[in-house]
């Protein structure tokens, strides 16, 4: 089906309502949602760069893509002194993660919400917060977006970029406007081999592989000490089901029952975090429901007691952001949510930076080169099933050197594919370099009012 620019534009601006009704909707759940209209609507006042300043705008579309860009940010800002950079997001929980991210560096980074992809919206955005180059981080191409940005003479990146043949599928649905749109992007910045193969067939033109932005991403050192000091106060060994999926809960603690009910998983604990905070109340009513009993990590003051053979609760649930390494840390074996439920997997580099034993399922299409590679090396283990998934644990638990193999496998696999932030900076020094020889580093306002 082939769909113009034209026509979606129209159509965006006919679903403002809609979009509207799905905010006030989610903001039911989580509050943030109400807050901060005005940019998402094209209607804010932007933030303007700072006189003598050079801005890179980086677009983030949550809090996964946020973290993969923390350390080439720190590279960026170290480099260029002279740099602010603009997070966009789409999410408040990705915007809460750079903010605070953000916070050591002061005015030098900022945020806002990416206003929805409408010509009017994306112009304004531009010609107010005048970048210098921009950064849409793994698959966030907007038709809109590289469209003004074009206009404008403004570098747009694809940075960490990959795309599953799911993915592209559903690109080529929509005939030319995916494809015009990738073919408007400056430069292609890929994760893999076979993620740059389907980004030139859906449209992208120059595509390098630099790999995964996310294997440089630096775990936060006093969470992970601290989560290995409490394991070694656990009388009970600690089995995590990390940033599971809506409809994933509940079949885990249905196979919990099972596996427990054959003698399986015994002396030890249940760590549960969710991925979506909103749903933090929902889990814990069917953790309760499902006969566990249960203890939240925000009410937990005594770790020792929580761990305890004869105190400690069934189930611990994660209620709580930004504590991923320390939850890493803490686990014996980790279960890698979205890839048991079709969501093609969250990511596994966190657990294997730090050295945790991860299995997975059989959804992975996220993250499908990673995992099959890891599996290749020894460092992941893949089930078919939930049931297989706690036989393998359990069986790892009862062999505390056959989980720490598993491990060792997975931190030394991570640690041999970091080096993408290195290879991004050079791309960007080549770029901003490109812009001051050609004097595109003054932005054009009057061209843009035209456009």
């Known amino acids: 089906m082939m769909i113009p620019r034209a026509v979606y534009s129209a159509l965006l601006y006919i679903a403002a309502p809609f979009a509207m009704f799905y905010l006030s909707k989610r903001a039911k759940k989580q509050p943030e949602y109400s807050e901060h209209w005005d940019e998402r609507f094209g209607t804010a006042h932007y933030p303007p760069v700072t006189p ?17 860009t923390f350390s080439l940010v720190e590279s960026i800002l170290r480099k260029w002194p002279q740099v602010d950079v603009l997070y966009t997001h789409m999410t408040p929980t990705g915007r809460e993660v750079s903010k605070q991210f953000g916070k050591k560096f002061g005015s030098r980074i900022s945020q806002v919400y990416l206003p929805y992809d409408t010509p009017a919206a994306m112009r304004k955005f531009i010609r107010q917060t005048q970048p210098s180059l921009c950064l849409l981080m793994e698959t966030e191409v907007w038709p809109n977006l590289t469209y003004a940005a074009k206009q404008a003479g403004l570098p747009v990146v694809l940075a960490n970029a990959r795309l599953s043949q799911q993915s592209l599928d559903k690109g080529k649905k929509v005939g030319s406007l995916i494809r015009d749109a990738m073919s408007r992007l400056t430069l ?33 050192p006093v969470h992970v000490r601290t989560g290995r000091e409490i394991r070694k106060l656990s009388e009970r060994k600690i089995l995590t089901f990390a940033s599971s999926r809506d409809g994933e809960e509940a079949s885990m603690l249905s196979a919990l029952k099972e596996a427990k009910a054959n003698g399986r998983l015994k002396d030890t604990v249940f760590l549960l975090i969710p991925r979506h905070p909103q749903r933090f109340g929902e889990v814990l009513e069917l953790i309760r429901k499902s006969g566990f009993t249960v203890e939240k990590r925000s009410d937990i003051r005594d770790w020792k007691k929580v761990l305890s053979l004869s105190e400690g609760p069934d189930v611990v649930l994660g209620d709580s952001m930004g504590e991923m390494a320390f ?18 997997s969250q990511s596994v580099i966190e657990p294997c930076a730090i050295g945790e034993a991860v299995i997975v399922g059989p959804s992975i299409y996220n993250f499908k080169y990673i995992i099959e590679k890891a599996r290749e090396e020894g460092a992941i283990l893949s089930v078919q099933d939930l049931g297989q998934a706690l036989q393998r644990a359990d069986e790892l638990l009862s062999d505390s050197g056959k989980a720490a193999s598993v491990g060792a496998a997975a931190a030394k696999f991570a640690q041999a594919q970091r080096g993408a932030a290195e290879r991004t900076i050079a791309v960007i020094d080549e770029l901003m370099a490109q812009k001051k020889d050609t004097n595109l580093n003054k932005f054009n306002a009057e061209t843009m009012e035209k456009k």
């Open 327 to 344: 939850y890493y840390a803490l686990s014996d074996v980790v279960l890698m949510g979205g890839s048991f439920g079709d969501y093609g």
């Open 188 to 220: 292609t910045l890929a994760q893999s081999e076979e993620d740059a193969a389907r980004l030139k067939e859906a449209g992208c033109r120059e595509v390098r592989v630099l790999g995964n932005l996310k294997f440089d991403y630096e775990p936060n």
């Open 52 to 68: 003598g300043r050079t801005r890179i705008w980086i677009h983030a579309v949550s809090v996964g893509e946020t973290r993969a």
